[in-house]
């Protein structure tokens, strides 16, 4: 049984790759990728996406208090209902929104309570450079099969952390205050069931904010 573990190991590995990029793509005619590899141009694709078809989306993400509510019982079950998977991943990845106050704000992360008058974060809108493919993924918009190209689709999930780094964290700096009212939509990776831990980190892609009351504007 030793022996054997070692191998099935690494034949999962290979099936992840190649799950994500397959050697041999069949497709139908008409099912031909939309995305010209040799054509693709990752800010261009972003401008428009990010402009125009992501935002179309918020309204479809997942209530933030009933995914931290579904998590704090059951990551496994939160996950099934209210997360989406990608190839043969055991994580789950969250596109949800909400809205809630300020409990904290250091430069590196936002914390925010959820709903009203509450005084302890329930997730955290982390700040800084974003890696991963939460952006891309979460939302469910965009899929490998629409890229013949695995590295124009790395690309565009580069162009869209660039995007959040660029446009999205600045609005969170250093003079957001505690107090603060905020509507935001983010998405969120676990990469298991057991990795979670409160309090969520949600990168942030889209904030509207409201001074605390009484802060100066």
């Known amino acids: 049984m030793k022996r054997i573990a070692p191998k099935l190991a690494v034949l999962a590995a290979v099936a992840v790759l190649l799950w994500f990029f397959p050697l041999v793509r069949v497709t139908r005619p008409g099912d031909e990728p939309a995305i010209d590899p040799d054509a693709f141009d990752p800010v261009g694709y972003v401008d428009a996406y990010w402009t ?3 935002p179309k989306s918020h309204t479809s993400a997942a209530p ?6 579904a998590l704090s019982a059951d990551a496994k079950a939160a996950g099934e209902r209210f997360g989406r998977t990608v190839g043969m991943s055991r994580g789950f990845f969250f596109y949800l ?5 300020v409990v904290s704000a250091d430069g590196r992360k936002v914390g925010v309570a959820l709903g009203e008058g509450g005084e302890t974060a ?3 809108l982390t700040l800084g450079p974003v890696f991963g493919n939460a952006v891309r993924d979460a939302p469910g918009l965009i899929g490998v ?3 013949e190209d695995s ?4 690309d565009l999930s580069a162009e869209l952390n660039r995007r959040v780094e660029s446009e999205v964290q600045p609005l969170l ?3 957001l205050e505690p107090g603060a009212r905020i509507n935001f ?4 990776e676990l990469s298991s069931p057991r990795a979670y831990r409160a309090p969520l980190k949600v990168t942030p892609i889209a904030v509207v904010l409201s001074p605390a009351e009484g802060a100066q504007q």
């Open 52 to 54: 125009e078809r992501l």
């Open 151 to 154: 590295v124009a689709y790395n």
């Open 122 to 124: 329930d997730l955290v």
């Open 64 to 69: 933030a208090a009933e995914v931290i509510k």
């Open 145 to 147: 099969n629409d890229f």
């Open 173 to 175: 700096g250093d003079a």
């Open 185 to 188: 939509v983010g998405c969120a």
């Open 97 to 101: 929104r909400g809205e809630g106050t």
